[in-house]
């Protein structure tokens, strides 16, 4: 199972030797696989800063495991079509989660034990915090890129109706700079081709002889130029819809079409550096590339590149990972780690804060072996730790003793301290 149970009893002989009945039970009856859960002798400062100081940290507590789950689906969006491979890059500090909280060490470098918990709390909360807000910067940059790069694939794929004609389209094409004549494009079914070869130049008056050609055909379809006088520009789209030909709205602008172009080879490249290129975002099959596109062959000018072709097909592959999985695999990594430092926090302070001082209790880490089984792992603990608090254990232990005011049950009442982590981050 992906989750563990996270408690406290005091250390005195008593508790000891409960905690030994505990692994007993549990281990015969394969409940749990339980271990210690070593934490620091931490200056314990006064009573009213550690209620206040166990308000803060379950906030940040829940702020920590929130954002290591959007984290995780991050990476998850990142990989896309290798969500098979996730979990591979959810680590903490090389390890896989449930090896990093099973074998938890205190960071004494990065969180000194001899510093206030106030403080050590709040360098905890602000590490989170700018680890969010980084976060939140790069997932909107991304994003964007995505949302640009889903608007390039579909203007470059698709038939000649939807697609772009800038990479089909060529300067010699067309009749520019002319007062009276310009040049339309035409697309015209291919069972037609016999038919508009015949009727073009009839369609309209003015219509420049012999001056159409093919320069690009899908599967389907072809792209015919016309060149005619501009006053009959309405006339001639008018006959040509009564004869299903259809005149693509598209006039040649140099500049436009430049800067087109360096659009398409900006979001390329920025494409190339922000995703995980080795085997993601340019692989064949990549959900935000889709393989199906209409192939559309230009025609009369061979030092154009085939339209249809895949820009995957112009880049090299297997370039590694992008910065932004580097990024993500790096903080997850910090932010996992930090959120088990708060846990850590928060049983030191609630043990402090149920048993008293001198600070002594034994924090033990439980991993439940399965999901059935958890009903009756905590029957076993309410049982074993009922002494700990006498009156509220009976209330749960026999159905038969009611005590005003107190409403319990065995999900929600823990005579120790108990704290739960889930590892299911993609569930």
């Given amino acids: 199972m992906s989750e563990f149970w996270l408690i406290s009893a005091p250390g005195d002989e008593e508790n000891l030797q409960a905690l030994q009945r505990m692994n007993t039970v549990t281990s015969k009856s394969n409940l749990s696989y339980n271990t210690k859960f070593t934490i620091p002798d931490f200056k314990v400062g006064t009573l009213d800063s550690l209620v ?3 308000d803060e940290l379950g906030k940040v507590d829940i702020f920590a ?5 959007r984290m995780a689906q991050s990476v998850v969006e990142v990989m896309e079509d290798a969500k098979g ?7 903490a500090n090389g390890e896989d989660l449930t090896s990093f909280v099973t074998h938890f060490e205190w960071d004494m470098a990065k969180y000194p034990a001899k510093q206030p918990l106030v403080s050590i709390a709040d360098t905890l909360a602000k590490q989170l915090a700018q680890i969010e807000t980084d976060l939140k910067s790069r997932t909107a940059t991304y994003n964007a890129l995505k949302t640009n790069l889903e608007n390039l694939e579909k203007k470059s794929t698709g038939n000649l109706f939807t697609r772009t004609l800038s990479d089909i389209v060529s300067k010699e094409d067309f009749v ?3 007062e009276y004549l310009i040049t339309l494009l035409v697309i015209v079914p291919k069972p037609s081709y016999v038919q508009w070869q015949k009727t073009y130049e009839s369609l309209s008056d003015m219509v420049v002889p012999r001056s159409t050609k093919l320069i690009a055909e899908d599967n389907e379809c072809g792209l015919f130029t016309v060149t005619l006088f501009r006053k009959v520009i309405d006339d001639f789209k008018t006959k040509a819809k009564e ?3 259809t005149v693509r709205e598209f006039y040649y602008d140099e500049k436009e079409i430049k800067r087109e172009r360096e659009e398409m080879t900006r979001l390329l490249s920025d494409r190339k550096q922000q995703y995980q290129t080795s085997c993601v975002a340019l692989k064949k099959g990549s959900s935000t590339f889709p393989d199906h596109q209409v192939k559309v062959t230009p025609l009369g000018n061979p030092d154009r590149p085939a339209a249809g072709q895949n820009d995957r097909e112009r880049e090299s592959e297997g370039e590694g990972e992008g910065p932004l999985l580097r990024w993500l695999k790096v903080n997850f990594s910090e932010a996992f780690i930090a959120w088990i430092h708060v846990k850590a926090l928060r049983v030191f302070v609630e043990s402090v804060l149920r048993y008293g001082l001198p600070v002594n209790f034994q924090a033990v880490l439980l991993q439940p072996q399965k999901k059935s089984s958890t009903k009756r792992l905590r029957e076993v603990l309410n049982s074993v730790f009922r002494h700990l608090d006498e009156v509220a254990a009976a209330s749960i232990l026999d159905a038969s003793v009611e005590i005003p005011g107190l409403q319990l049950s065995n999900q929600d009442y823990f005579p120790y ?3 739960h982590i889930d590892l299911g981050l993609l569930d």
């Fill in 52 to 54: 206040g100081l166990s």
């Fill in 65 to 69: 495991e929130s954002l290591i789950k």
């Fill in 85 to 91: 491979k996730v979990q591979e890059n959810l680590l």
């Fill in 176 to 178: 520019l700079d002319s």
């Fill in 243 to 245: 004869n299903k030909f």
């Fill in 417 to 419: 301290v108990y704290f």
